[in-house]
Structure formats: structure tokens, C-alpha cells
């Protein structure tokens, strides 16, 4: 093995015997460590002489007579070039030490130092620690500006990521996403994270606005390895692990008894408190009609009417519990994880590869929920002629993924229902002395809550543990992504490149709603099946033209075209009636109830140009311009232009700060320009627009989009400036101020409702702005040889405000559902009904109102029992964060290795919705929080929480009370690892192995057991599908 | 030289291989599943003639917008107003809670501009004005195009039947309060000037009136292809409607002759083995024919009212069952007792677990393909003899009255009636019909659920007295925020909450 590895890198590197002049020897060790470097690539420069060094880094090398000096590099470590000597010692510094590292920018590469924009970047080393199956999820706290959400434990869910703020009211706040170079179209999940070499976020106009038309959210810039000269090295990397669920639930009541006094209180609330009716009456009525009014469950042994005492409330002594179940205990267990990955790098100074193969198979912590994926990369890079490269990238993989109906407010979704439902309602269905009724398959029957005498009030027709087995929800996705390019260099300075690619995706899936129970049993069953193909097309011609004159003055010039379209087509068919009741294809079923086909486009065309001057590598400047043609908007108003200007100065390179011993880099950058947002959710926004529909065999036309003619880009200036630096060698960062403004803002802005539906048009309107600053710091605690220990950390402020309201909407403030928008506040500024507390004397809910005067000015505030008569006010609060980001720090001891990653956020307020509904007054089958214990009652007059009441509107109405600030602590990642010492395994032919253990979201610090506020930006929360917690022990073996 | 050549050769056919856009036509795009003006204009173009393709698909689709899923389960369009007609009445009692659609509507509940209900009422019969106008503005309204006219006669007869619907809700009846604030008036520009603050009820009524005798002018003499068209009796019906609640009994007694002239009504046989599911059924004069494509399944009007089926007022057990008082008015011999679960009878099967006086009068359709029924001859019938009531002429009344009775009851045999004993005869005959709530508005009576013996569900056993603001919306939230017109001061008032007596 040993052997032929050796053999076939040597052939690859076309190593030739040329006329020997000088015989090097030499030893190439890492800098880090000391340990010898196997495998380092050292090649004459100029020539294709080289060789490799052996398992105790050792080398020769006959030099021919022109040779003058040699390149030395190695995988992940900076290469370095020494002068041939007969006997040379190479240390190779390790990249991530590397102070000038490149980072993927618009349309090429840039050097950090001369870099004037701002871009945040996240190496491989960090990605591949993460057991994220979707490779945005990497981004939570990983960088300074980049704010994320996940609202989904969905193995293969994607995040959402807003860089700098909220870009966007209406319009995608998304950034644009550029996987090699090409905008991404396809869901992130179809590449495997492990094929990624950097992400780098570019934030400003500088780096931006080269993709002008949808340059405005920022830019994601995800680049796939590539094949390194050197030896050829296989890798293998094999984590296998379990998922459980990772924020849990609700401090919820879980005892039936508690339930039914509690229900029985409500009902005799609304009876005593709203209907009038004397105290014996009240107490009487709602022991008599408790469990018809909970729809005939009676989890006890005596008679329904006995089951809670009328005078007391107080539940039946001698009553004893038949049965208890447990919705989220039968509904979840831990799913396996298992990720296989092997990579496989060559390259010499004429052909570099790099391949790879990955294999994941993910169980959700629920039935029905999980991912599989293979992926495979290639990518390969030609020299041909000295003038001459080319290349291709091809990458391919299969996804299937089983993803219940879940996240919703829909009863079939068990973290809905499972939350929401009380405790006396049974999984299973039991007969009268509690014993599970035995279906004919000799299995327990689920409990759908529709049987003939009991009627379950809550998710009647449901039952999310059942349906979620027998319903299938199967998606499969066929990637393939080509792309070519090539360049030729003429001219001496010039260089011409042709990039061209087509990302196919094609999804097919079935939506299957089983007849065995549920919404789907009395049409015996219901299957949707659809199939999209997407095709996007992209191609780029770009003109690079460099030169330095005197040595001082670099120039730069880009002049380049692109052109892009897409195309979406979908087919589906629903059919209902299925003969085999877990066949879901429809030639299974009979009764075709629909059948659809569409298909939409996209265009977009732009020129643009990029100069960039700079002087001694002192100072550095930068302009660019793009012109941009969008098919989303009418061809008077299609065309957009943008620019940006930037420059930066390395304070270091001077000579005043040359002598600084402490300082070893300082930067300061500015920036500024203009961006674009094409991104509205609809292909031809400013075409009025009608679906057909079937009327009785006939057409019909339903009016369904009101069009625009006049609509066009959403612009916005944006600003930066920040310096960076490096001090005593260890501690490193950079910090910066942005202010984004942006105006023509695409919105959708709801139009009176007499106007009718369609409810709302989309216009230029409005002028908002983000402005913030951002930190990202490190620094090395401990930096020897054998001991290294790095902590960092990275924050963001942000400050959100409108400048500018629709001119036809008050202008003091207008009212967009739960937010008001007013000028000089967020765009999330809540907004509405303010609670008052509670009334001591009967338990009321009180809300404040105005009191005027006589000529009706506002002289003050008075409480009343309703939200009628409530006046709704701003609550001073908004879902933005005043801070956000992330902690690190790795630790690394010999042989071992420790890191830990944490993400947080600081102020913000969101809703609590689903704590709202379990703290209503009563709503038969709707459990209770704990903290209803609290509640009022005669006997606990003061307190906050109102008393029960049974059917009111106004005890849980949508106020500040359930407004809950959003701040919270996660703990990202942890890892720890040990590499096995390589003087051991070099004897038995392999380079390095690597044991770790990793686990991922690993613990949520909220407001309140069961909140989980990452879900959105807007501060809104719901039932989503939680969290999941991923636990790994891996290794990796390099050859 | 050569190398220069070649290169030269490369990079232009490089450029000639990736080089796409640079014209117009690359911009052609869009989304080919839905309809723009351009490809309207296009159809219009082939064929100067066709200007009926355009228009007839944008009544149709009025017509599905009717029937179609609006806001979540308890709002599936017309449909679903006309159960909330019953349920904020006292025409159904609702066995419980169910999964709580339709609960705060039965207690009443939702009358407050902030709720959801006032909103999307508006909100639907506004799309339908909307959508009549974009129609009526596409037509030169002196055409003299048969199909054409019966198109504006259709649109006109929607709109008016949408403003009347919007008329009742929003304020107190008609008659007496007719300077009271009505809602915003919305014409085409071919009509006049529109009116977007709350025009006065006399406004609305004007305007209602207007548009049905457009209507009327239109229709006459076109022939439809199906019952789920307004043609020229199901306007003059409608008209009656309106006229009843005008108080103009000439005009209700002479347009609901018209209406149903053409329309038999059923016999006793044939009222038993009614489910009033299909459109082709005798007495219809016009509704909706549900199919597989558009029914909207559990969110649909079946879904709450059959007991037979899987839906909420059926396995799920919120049973709408007939006001027990109501049931009690019945005599032994009426056939629409077969209607319901009776307390005496003797069940079997499936009815043997329905509660006692659920609703047997609407029967399952499988698939959920039940069709929606608007109108009938019967209520035409009901119209006319209230109509000669109050007029005084209850002998007329009764003659008229008794041509349903025949086939009701035979033992009914009466030479004089009363207008109240002609609406307790509608009540029963139109049971989950959807008039409930607007026959106690224009009759100015009061919500009576709280008697001995009352079936009604226990926190919702309350009377409301007559005119209270509970059984009237107010003014949606979003209209104030939005229309520059309406302002707060512009509000119905809230109801006392004296107005519900338990």
C-alpha cells in the first residue's frame, strides 16, 4: 500500500529525470509540534522536478542547474519556497496560522491584508466538526453579523440566515448563496458539508456589489475543496451517533386529576362569574356536564357525574386513575446518526484532483423523520499550456428525506397536539376498566377521539403518533451541479475566463394521508405525488487585466458579463380511494381529485467591472460597477445599476509603526455603494394575474395577484468602516460600524379590506436602515508547541428603524397586524392590547384604555375588563437582539483536542403564542402550564395570572403579557478528540488517525422551560418541530 | 503568432459557447400558471368575437371564489356565512364544543372589530364586489350581445346580493335606522363616483336596488346552462330577499311570484328522501355543484352540518341539533320531523348514537362532493305569504302558506295566518338554511336559548334581547387602520353586556 501510494503520486507529479547538477537533502518537520511532515510536495520552482518527503519527513532531491529555489507545501499548511542549499530544514506553519489567507470573493480571490470590504469566514476545520447535515446551520454564532434561525429539528432542515440586519420587508431578506463561484438554487442540504473547504460571508458593498442585482442581503460564498499538489492522500471519516430530542417540552400539568378540578373550576367560573348562576348551581352544572363538556373521557373509575365534588371541586377520594398516557413519551426515542465520508486528493503542477464519497443516514428523534444522502464530488484542474487551464466540478448526489406534517398549528402534528393536549386523553383507546382494546392485528388501537360515545374536543379525527407512521411524506431529490471553466491568460497580462454551469435539480415526492385514520379515512385514503424539476443555467465571461509598475503600483481591472435562467416545472397529481392501504402511488387509488402542471422562470443579465489600485501594499483601493436586467420587473423598469467604492490603508506598513513591537498587523477599511433586491415571491410582479379554475366543467378565472407596472429594484446604500489587527502575536480581530439604508423598499402592503382579494399589492415604498457594530475577537491563551488554547468570540448590535412610512398611510403610526410602524422605530416594533394585571375582586383580566377629555384629547390611561374596549399602544419593545453572536475555544493538550462552541443573544422579545393558548381560561382538551397554580382565585387574589373562565376570549387575549424576551445561551458544539501519536502509525502505512466524540445543541438556555426563541426574526413563535440534540463518537483516517 | 491566433480563436468561442441573454426575448419569462392581461389580450385579439372567452371565466371563477377555502376551517366562503347565520341564532343547538370552530360565532362572541370573523366577512363579500366590478368593467354596458348581457345581468345580481349581505351585518336593520352608517359603496368608473367612507344604509340599499334591477333588465330571457347561475328568477328571488327586509311586501310578493314560477316545490315523499346535497334536486333554483375538484373537504359546510359523515358535525360530535322549543312547534303529523333525531323515536344503526334532535336533513354525499344549496322555491313561497301578512291580507297569506303545508302537514288547514306564523313555518322549513340571524335582524327579534328544557349547550343557554350589538359585527380592525375614510369615530358600538341573559 505504502508502495504504490508512493509510486502513483510520483507518477501523477510526473516527476522526470533530468541532468542532475546539485543533490539537496532535507527534513521537513511542522512547525506546530515539531513532528515530521510526511508526504510535503518539494518541487525546483520553475520546473517540474520534485519530489516527496518520506515517513520521517525526510528527503533527497538531484536539483538541476537552473534551479535556484524550492517550493515546499503540504496539505493545510503554508507553503513556503527556501533556496536550494545541500542540506535544507523546512518548519511548514499550518494554515490556520496563516496571517494573509485568501478569501473567496465576487468573481475571484482575495488577499485578507488587501482585502477593503468586510467578509466574515468559516474554514473547514470548523464546518467539519459539526454534525450539521445542512451546511447553514453551521453558521449559528459562527461569525460576527450573521444572525440564524432554525426552526425546524427536521434532519436536512436549512436555517435562515439575515446578514446585517433585516434587509427587506417584504421582499427575501435571504442572502444570495454562490457555491463555486455560480448562485445556488437548490436547497442547501444537497451538499455534504464535509466537501466544503470555506464559507465566507461577504457584508458591505465593497465585497458585494459586484452582485448588485441581489447583492443587497449579502452574499454567501460556500467553495468545495480541490485537489492540493502533493502526495495523493485518501481520508476517511466515520461518525455514528443518536439523535434525541434537544429542547423539551412545556412545563405542562401531567396529572388527570389536576386536569379535571382545574377544568371543573373553569366551568364553574363561567357559570358563577359569566352566566350569573348561583354558587351551588355553578358548582352543581359543572360536575354534572365536566366530562361530557371534555367529550366523554373519564380516566377514572367512577361515574362521570361523581367524578369531581360540586361544593368542593375537589376530585372523588375514592375515584382511582384507569390509565395515564404520555403523548411525547410514545411519540419519541432516539433515531441513529451515521456519516461516512472518504475524500481522495492529488495534484501535481498540471492535474489536481480531488474526489469524494459520502454516505448519511439520519433518524430523527420520531417516527418517519430522516434523511439519507449520498453525495459524490469531483474536481479536477488542467495546466494544459503555460497560457492554458480548464477544469470541471461535477457534483452529484441523492437525497430522500420522510418529513411529517409537522410545525403547524395542525392536530396532526405532534409537537402541536402533543403539547397542547391535556392529560386525560389516552394514546391508546381502552375499555371501561382501562385495559388497552386489542385490534384484530393483535396490536393497540390508537385513540383518533371519534369513536362512537367519545368524542375528543381537542384534534378530534387525529392522532399525530399514528398518522405520522402510516402517513407518508417521502421526498427525493437528484442533484447533479457541472460546472466548466476555462482560462487563457494572452497578452502577457491579460487573463480571459468562461465559467459556465447547470444545476439540475429534480425532486419527486409523495404526500400520502393514510386511510387508516385520520383526515384522510372517509375518502379511504388520499395520496398527492409531484415531481419539479429545476434546471438553472449560468454562465460568466470574465476579463481580468494585472500589472505593477515601479514595484508600487498594482493594478487590477475585471470587466465581466453573466447571464442566468432558470426554470422551474412541477407536475403533481392527487388521487383519493387506495386499494393497498400503505401503497401510496396512485395507480393504488381511483378517484382523481386533481391534477396540476406549472412551470416558472427566471432571467437575470448583468455587465459589471471591478478596479482595484494599490500602492506599495500600503493603500488600497477599489471600485466596481454592475448593470443589471431582471425579468421580474416590467422592461421600462427592468434595468438597475450599482456600484461601490472602497479603500483600505495597513497602518503596519508604515514606517512610523514598523518598530511597534507589540503591533504586528493593523488595517483600517472603508467602503461604500449600492446593492439591489429583485426577490419578490412572485415571477411577474407587475402583471395583474388569474388562475383558472374548474367551475362545474367550465372555466373560471379567479383574480389571485394584483400587478405593478411600476415596480422595480429596492435599493440600498450601504457604509462600512473597521479596522483589523493583530497584537503581542496573539490576540487578533477586527471591528466594524455599518449603516445600511434602503428605500423603493419592496412591499406588500395590505390595502384596505374593502378593497378585497386580492388583499394587497406589492410597491416601492418606505425607506428603512440598519446600522450596527459587530466584533470578532481571538485570542491564544496558551501558544507552545505541545499546548495550545484559543479562545474567541464574535457580537453584534444592530439598531433597526423606518425612516419613511407609505405617504397614504398615517403618518403618526400605522398598524401591521401585532407591529406598529412608525417612523424612528423597528420594523418589528410590537404592538397592541397592553395587560393591566388582574382585578383582586373577581379575577377579571384588565387591559388599559384611554380616557379623554371633553374635546377628546388623551388625558390619561384607565384598566377595563375587555380588549374591545382596549385601546392598543406600543409596548416599547422589539424583536431585535440588542447583542447577538458566539463564544469558542479549543483546546489542544499533545495529543488531545477539545472544543467548545456556544451561540447567544441578548434582548429581543418574542411571543410566546403556544404558552398563550396553555394558559387560557379553559378550552375543553387544551392543557394547562404549571404556572396556572398561580391563577386567581378568592383565596389568591393578587396575582397576575387571571382567573378561569371557560370559553373567554379575553383571559389569554394576545397581549404583553405573553411578549417574552427572546435572550438565550445554546451550546453549539462540543468536541473532543485524540489523534494517535504518528511515529506509531507510519510503521503501519497510515498518515493519522483521529478519535472523537462530538455532541451538538446541546442545551438551551430560554425565558421558560419548553421556548424555544430561535424560531424567527419577527419575534414570532410556535409549535415548530424542536431541536434535535446529536451525540457521535468518529475517527478519521488519513492514508 | 500562431499561439496568438489560437488563443484568439479560443476566447471567441468561448464567448459564442456561454454567451446567452443580450435581447429581449431572454427576459420572456414569468410563471405559466397563472393568466396575465397580455395572454387575455391575446385570446381577444385572435378572435375579435371573443371577448365572452374572457368574461365568462371571470364570472365562473366568482362563482368558485364562493365555494372555496378562505381562513382555516370555519371560513370556506358564502357557505360558511350562511352557518353562521344559524349558529349566532337559535335555530341550532350545538352538542359541544366540537373542535371549537363555529363556538365563538355560537356564543356570540365575535362581534369585536379585533377578532377575526368581522374581518374576513368584509374581506369576502368585498373580493366579490371587487371581482363583479373588474367584470362589469370589461363590458360595454350597452352591449347588445345576449351572452354578454347575461354576464353584466349575473355580475350586477353578485354584487347587489354581496352589498345586501354586507348591509345587514354591519349595522342595524334597514328600516328606521336608514341614515345609520352603512359600508363603503365600490362602482366601476363607467358607473360613477365610488364611495369609500360608510355610506348611509339609504346609500346601500339605493345602490342594492340598482343593481338588481340591472340585473333583471339583463337577464330577461336567457336561458341557463345549470343552476349554478343567477338567471333571471334567482335575481328576482334575491331581490325579494331584499325587499323583505326593505318592508316593501308589494315588491317581495310580486318578485318572489316571479322567482319561482318556473320552480315546483317538494312533496312530502320527496322532502323525506331529500338531503339537499345535489343541485339537480327538484326545488333548486340555484347553488353550487361540488365536485372532487373543488370541494374543500373537512373546511366545508357538509363537514359541519351532516351528522352522517366524518366531519365536524358529524364523528367529530359537535351534532348541530334543532332548537328543542323549535322542534316542539312542530305537530305530530309534519313530515319535517323526520328531519331530525326525534326524542320518541326508535333508531337504529348510525342514528342510534346521534344526541337527540340532531339534524338528519342534510345528508352525506361521499367524498365529500355534497353540493351547496342557495336558494329554493320553498322559501320563495315563505316569502310571499309573509309578505301578504303584513300586508293584512292573511287570508291571501294562508291560501299561499298552505300550498307548502299540503305537503308538510295534513292536518295544517288554516283560512287566516299571521306574518309571525308564517316565519314559525319558515324557521322550520329552512332549517340550517341560513336565515336565522337575518330574520331576527329585519324582524327585530331577540335570541331566545335560555327555556326550560332548552337543548342548548350549557354556557351558551342565554337569551339575547332584540337590536343588541352582539348579533352585528363591527367595523374589521384592518379597514381602520388602512382606509384612510374610516377612522375609529366610525365604529358600531359595543354591545351591553346586559344584552346576553343567562
Known sequence: ?1039 | MIKKNIQHILIGSMLCMSTVGCSDSFFDTGNSSVVTPDDIEEIEKNDPEALVKIVQPMLLGMYTYMTSLQNGHGDFGHMSYVHLSDMMSDEIAMHTAGSGWFTFDYGLDYWGAQYTRPYYYWNFYFSMINNANELINKISLSTDNKELQAILGQAYALRGFSYFMLMQMYQQTYVGNESAKGCPIYITLQEGESIPSRAPLSAVMSRIESDFETSLRYLEGWSRPSKIHVNYDVAAGLYARVCLVKNDWGKAIEYSRIARRNTPIYTSEELKSEGFNNINSKEWMWGADITAETTTIFASFFSFICSYDAGYGGAVGAYRKIDAKLFDTMSESDVRRSQFKDPNGSYSGEELVFPNYTNLKFKKVSNWEADYLYMRSSEMLLIEAEALAHQGNNAEAATVLGELMRHRDASWSQSSVSAEAVYGQRRLELWGEGFGLWDKLRLGKGIERNYSGSNHLGQYKFNVVPKSWFMHYQIPLSEIDNNQYINSGDQNPSPYQSDKQY
Not at chain 1, 520534485?50 to 533527497?60: H, K
Not at chain 1, 545541500?86 to 480571490?109: F, M
Not at chain 1, 361523581?306 to 375537589?314: A, C, E, F, I, N
Not at chain 1, 470574465?542 to 412541477?570: A, I, P, Y
Open chain 1, 1 to 1039: 500500500m505504502r508502495k504504490f501510494t508512493f509510486i502513483l503520486l510520483l507518477f501523477v507529479l510526473g516527476a522526470s529525470v533530468l541532468m542532475a547538477q546539485t543533490n539537496v537533502t532535507g527534513h521537513v518537520v511542522s512547525a506546530d509540534d515539531g513532528e515530521p511532515v510526511i508526504g510535503a510536495s518539494i518541487v525546483v520552482k520553475g520546473t517540474t522536478v520534485g519530489t516527496v518527503s518520506d515517513y520521517d519527513g525526510n528527503f533527497t532531491l538531484s536539483v538541476p542547474s537552473e534551479g535556484r529555489t524550492l517550493v515546499v507545501s503540504y496539505v493545510g499548511m503554508v507553503s513556503q519556497e527556501v533556496p536550494v542549499a545541500p542540506r535544507v530544514h523546512v518548519k511548514l506553519l499550518s494554515q490556520s496560522q496563516d496571517l494573509d489567507e485568501v478569501i473567496v470573493v465576487a468573481y475571484g480571490t482575495a488577499k485578507k491584508s488587501s482585502f477593503t470590504g468586510s467578509a466574515g469566514n468559516m474554514g473547514s476545520e470548523k464546518i467539519s466538526k459539526l454534525q450539521v447535515s445542512e451546511v447553514s446551520k453551521a453558521l449559528e454564532g459562527a461569525m460576527a453579523g450573521v444572525q440564524v434561525t432554525s426552526s425546524s429539528g427536521q434532519p436536512g432542515s436549512s436555517a435562515t440566515i439575515r446578514v446585517r440586519g433585516i434587509g427587506s420587508i417584504s421582499a427575501s431578506s435571504n442572502p444570495l448563496i454562490v457555491v463555486d463561484g455560480v448562485p445556488y438554487e437548490g436547497a442547501l442540504n444537497t451538499i455534504n458539508p464535509q466537501d466544503i473547504e470555506s464559507m465566507s460571508v461577504l457584508k458591505d458593498a465593497a465585497s458585494n456589489s459586484l452582485y448588485g442585482a441581489r447583492g443587497a442581503n449579502g452574499v454567501i460564498m460556500i467553495t468545495t475543496r480541490k485537489g492540493k499538489v502533493g502526495k495523493v492522500s485518501l481520508t476517511l471519516d466515520n461518525r455514528t451517533g443518536f439523535n434525541v430530542r434537544g429542547v423539551r417540552g412545556y412545563d405542562v400539568l401531567d396529572s388527570s386529576s389536576e386536569y379535571y378540578e382545574l377544568y371543573w373550576e373553569a366551568m364553574r367560573n363561567q357559570q358563577y362569574y359569566g352566566a350569573g348562576a348561583s354558587a351551588y348551581n355553578a358548582g352543581q352544572y359543572a360536575s354534572n356536564n365536566l366530562v361530557s363538556q371534555l367529550g366523554g373521557y373519564n380516566s377514572f373509575n367512577v361515574a362521570n357525574d361523581q367524578l369531581v365534588d360540586p361544593l368542593t371541586g375537589r376530585l372523588n377520594s375514592s375515584a382511582q386513575l384507569l390509565y395515564q398516557d404520555n403523548w411525547f413519551d410514545e411519540a419519541f426515542s432516539a433515531g441513529l446518526r451515521q456519516e461516512n465520508n472518504l475524500s481522495i486528493s492529488a495534484g501535481s503542477d498540471k492535474v489536481s484532483s480531488y474526489t469524494s464519497f459520502g454516505f448519511l443516514t439520519e433518524d430523527s428523534y420520531t417516527e418517519q423523520s430522516n434523511l439519507k444522502r449520498y453525495s459524490a464530488r469531483t474536481k479536477i484542474d488542467y495546466t494544459i499550456t503555460d497560457w492554458m487551464k480548464a477544469g470541471v466540478n461535477l457534483g452529484a448526489s441523492t437525497l430522500t428525506t420522510n418529513a411529517p406534517n409537522v410545525g403547524g398549528t395542525n392536530s396532526s402534528s405532534i409537537f402541536y397536539f402533543g403539547q397542547q393536549v391535556a392529560p386525560i386523553y389516552p394514546v391508546y383507546m381502552r375499555d371501561a376498566e382501562g385495559n388497552y382494546l386489542i385490534g384484530s392485528n393483535g396490536s393497540r388501537v390508537y385513540d383518533y377521539g371519534t369513536s362512537d360515545y367519545l368524542k375528543r374536543p381537542i384534534g378530534a379525527n387525529a392522532n399525530p403518533i399514528d398518522q405520522q407512521a402510516n402517513n407518508i411524506r417521502e421526498s427525493k431529490r437528484d442533484v447533479v451541479n457541472a460546472k466548466v471553466y476555462a482560462q487563457i491568460n494572452f497578452l502577457k497580462d491579460f487573463v480571459f475566463t468562461v465559467n459556465v454551469s447547470a444545476d439540475n435539480f429534480n425532486t419527486s415526492t409523495i404526500d400520502f394521508q393514510t386511510p387508516i385514520g385520520g383526515d384522510a379515512l372517509n375518502v379511504n385514503g388520499r395520496s398527492t405525488k409531484s415531481s419539479t424539476r429545476t434546471m438553472a443555467f449560468n454562465a460568466n465571461q470574465l476579463l481580468n487585466w494585472s500589472r505593477t509598475f515601479h514595484d508600487k503600483h498594482s493594478f487590477e481591472v475585471l470587466l465581466g458579463h453573466e447571464s442566468k435562467s432558470d426554470v422551474v416545472s412541477n407536475l403533481s397529481a392527487t388521487k383519493e380511494n387506495f386499494f393497498v392501504p400503505t401503497n401510496p402511488e396512485l395507480d393504488n387509488g381511483v378517484v382523481l381529485t386533481d391534477a396540476s402542471s406549472t412551470k416558472q422562470t427566471y432571467s437575470l443579465e448583468g455587465y459589471f467591472s471591478q478596479a482595484k489600485y494599490s500602492y506599495r501594499d500600503k493603500y488600497y483601493l477599489s471600485a466596481s460597477y454592475r448593470l443589471d436586467g431582471s425579468s421580474k420587473f416590467h422592461p421600462d423598469s427592468r434595468w438597475g445599476s450599482f456600484w461601490s467604492v472602497g479603500g483600505a490603508w495597513r497602518m503596519t506598513q508604515e514606517d512610523f509603526l514598523s518598530n511597534v513591537d507589540y503591533l504586528n498587523d493593523l488595517k483600517l477599511k472603508a467602503s461604500f455603494g449600492t446593492q439591489g433586491n429583485d426577490n419578490v415571491p412572485n415571477s411577474t410582479p407587475y402583471k395583474d394575474q388569474y388562475t383558472v379554475v374548474p367551475q362545474d366543467g367550465e372555466i373560471g378565472l379567479v383574480y389571485v395577484f394584483r400587478g405593478n407596472p411600476n415596480l422595480t429594484w429596492e435599493k440600498s446604500n450601504n457604509f462600512n468602516v473597521g479596522f483589523d489587527f493583530r497584537l503581542w502575536n496573539r490576540f487578533s480581530g477586527s471591528v466594524e460600524y455599518f449603516y445600511k439604508k434602503t428605500w423603493d423598499l419592496l412591499y406588500s402592503k395590505q390595502l384596505p379590506p374593502s378593497q378585497g382579494a386580492p388583499s394587497s399589492i406589492w410597491e416601492n415604498t418606505m425607506k428603512m436602515r440598519n446600522s450596527g457594530v459587530e466584533a470578532e475577537l481571538s485570542y491564544d491563551i496558551i501558544s507552545r508547541s505541545k499546548v495550545r488554547w484559543n479562545v474567541g468570540m464574535n457580537l453584534t448590535h444592530y439598531d433597526n428603524r423606518l425612516l419613511e412610512l407609505p405617504s397614504d398611510r398615517p403618518q403618526s403610526g400605522w398598524a401591521t397586524g401585532n407591529y406598529l410602524m412608525r417612523k424612528g422605530a423597528s420594523i418589528y416594533n410590537w404592538y397592541g392590547f397592553k395587560f393591566a394585571g388582574v382585578n383582586p375582586e373577581n379575577g377579571e383580566s384588565l387591559f388599559w384604555a384611554n380616557e379623554y377629555d371633553a374635546s377628546g384629547n388623551v388625558v390619561g390611561q384607565k384598566k377595563v375588563n375587555n380588549t374591545n374596549e382596549a385601546d392598543r399602544y406600543e409596548y416599547g419593545k422589539s424583536s431585535i437582539p440588542a447583542v447577538y453572536g458566539g463564544f469558542n475555544t479549543s483546546l489542544q493538550y499533545r495529543q488531545f483536542d477539545m472544543s467548545v462552541a456556544l451561540s447567544y443573544q441578548i434582548g429581543g422579545w418574542a411571543m410566546d403564542s403556544q404558552y398563550a393558548s396553555l394558559m387560557s381560561g379553559g378550552s375543553a382538551g387544551t392543557n394547562w402550564s404549571k404556572d396556572i397554580y398561580d391563577r386567581w382565585t378568592p383565596e389568591n387574589p393578587n396575582t397576575n395570572i387571571p382567573r378561569l373562565h371557560e370559553g373567554s376570549l379575553d383571559v389569554n387575549a394576545t397581549t404583553d403579557r405573553f411578549l417574552t424576551s427572546a435572550s438565550h445561551l445554546s451550546l453549539r458544539n462540543v468536541t473532543l478528540g485524540y489523534t494517535l501519536p504518528g511515529k506509531v502509525l507510519s510503521r503501519v502505512g497510515i498518515e493519522g488517525v483521529r478519535f472523537y466524540l462530538v455532541g451538538d445543541n446541546l442545551f438551551l438556555l430560554s425565558a421558560r422551560k419548553g421556548f424555544d426563541p430561535r424560531q424567527s426574526f419577527s419575534g414570532s413563535t410556535g409549535p415548530s418541530y424542536s431541536a434535535m440534540t446529536t451525540y457521535s463518537l468518529g475517527f478519521n483516517v488519513r492514508f
